[in-house]
């Protein structure tokens, strides 16, 4: 069974620093990862997808790679403001299988910027 | 376009009652799917439709049931609701089939109270 691990569970940062967020899981056969954001109360915006075949993928300040023999991934943030505060998600699709489409998610960083 | 859409943003039940969560996409996508969100659980994949006209469980199917309506609509239904089922209930749409190169897209989310 899939299982994914987010690290660490929150960080506080100034504003202008830039940081790591970890994403590891238990089973490399998968089809993408994708990372989201999700804001108080509301739902989850996608913010990067990385095939299992890519090594990284850019947007604008993020950074997402993928090594996928070890089971990781990383979201680089560079010069994080205080709007970037949220909890952001990773989730990874299974390949094969009858799963069709399924994510499995980590459980979250909640990240809080400060002026 | 709307994207994902979900009705009612907010709802509170007593223990038994019965009720629809309705979910809608614009984006002319096969696969929707329906996740539940509790704290400490992360998401958790309820029931899944592949394409218009099936329908398959997930990770926590019990106590829910699913239509697909059409292509655009699809449906969870609470027949007997428990306290165990107060949740934040998120749908999900993918574009395409088995492909790796599909994203998901959320929805604003359910915040459903059963007392």
């Known amino acids: 069974k899939q299982e994914v691990t987010q690290i660490p569970a929150a960080l506080s940062v100034p504003e202008g620093e830039n940081l790591v967020l970890n994403c590891s899981f238990t089973d490399s056969a998968i089809y993408n990862l994708q990372w989201f954001r999700q804001d108080p109360g509301k739902g989850l915006t996608s913010l990067l997808l990385i095939q299992s075949s890519q090594r990284e993928q850019t947007s604008g300040r993020l950074n997402a790679s993928l090594d996928k023999s070890s089971g990781r991934s990383t979201l680089y943030i560079a010069a994080s403001q205080p709007g970037d505060s949220a909890t952001y998600l990773c989730?990874?699709?299974?390949?094969?299988?009858?799963?069709?489409?399924?994510?499995?998610f980590g459980q979250g960083t909640i990240l809080t910027v400060h002026p | 376009n709307a994207g994902v859409t979900q009705t009612p943003k907010f709802q509170v039940l007593k223990t038994g009652q019965s009720m629809t969560l309705q979910c809608a996409q614009d984006m002319n996508h096969n696969s929707m799917y329906w996740y539940r969100q509790d704290p400490g659980m992360g998401l958790r994949l309820i029931y899944y439709?592949?394409?218009?006209?099936?329908?398959d469980k997930g990770e926590v199917p019990n106590g829910y049931n699913v239509s697909r309506l059409n292509k655009r609509e699809f449906s969870l239904r609470l027949e007997s609701a428990a306290p165990s089922q107060t949740s934040v209930y998120f749908c999900a749409t993918v574009r395409g089939g088995a492909g790796a190169y599909n994203e998901q897209f959320f929805g604003p989310g359910t915040r459903l109270t059963v007392l």
């Open positions: 439709s592949a394409s218009e006209g099936t329908t």
């Open positions: 989730a990874v699709r299974r390949a094969g299988g009858t799963s069709y489409g399924k994510l499995t």
